[in-house]
């Protein structure tokens, strides 16, 4: 089992930057791959970015240039600048262990005023 802890959303002004933080914790051999998803009320939740083991990383075309997924041992970051007021969503972390089981957070907000 692998528990994720969300931290660093927050409400910010356009053209600001944030930067989330997950750790997963708990009994796993490795995880596999870590990302960032959101969700805005009535839409599905998007991929954001996403990092695997070897440290290929995969954005949305709509974050390229603006955010920055790293990893460290257990944890990823989600590095956001020049935030738009259509970034506002709840973000969420997913991992995937080494028996590809798949976790998430519990979401954190982002909030973006224009």
């Known amino acids: 089992q692998v528990q994720l802890v969300e931290s660093g959303g927050g409400l910010v002004q356009a053209g600001g930057s944030l930067r989330l933080s997950c750790a997963a914790s708990?009994?796993?051999?490795?995880?596999?791959?870590m990302g960032w998803y959101r969700q805005v009320p009535g839409k599905q939740r998007e991929l954001v970015a996403k990092?695997?083991?070897?440290?290929s990383t995969t954005y949305a075309d709509s974050v390229k240039g603006r955010f920055t997924i790293s990893r460290g041992r257990n944890t990823i970051y989600l590095q956001m600048n020049s935030l738009k007021s259509e970034d506002t969503a709840v973000y969420f972390c997913?991992?995937?262990?080494?028996?590809?089981?798949?976790?998430w957070g519990q979401g954190t907000q982002v909030t973006v005023s224009s």
């Open positions: 997913k991992a995937v262990d080494d028996r590809l089981r798949t976790y």
């Open positions: 708990g009994t796993f051999v490795s995880i596999n791959t």
């Open positions: 990092i695997i083991s070897r440290g």
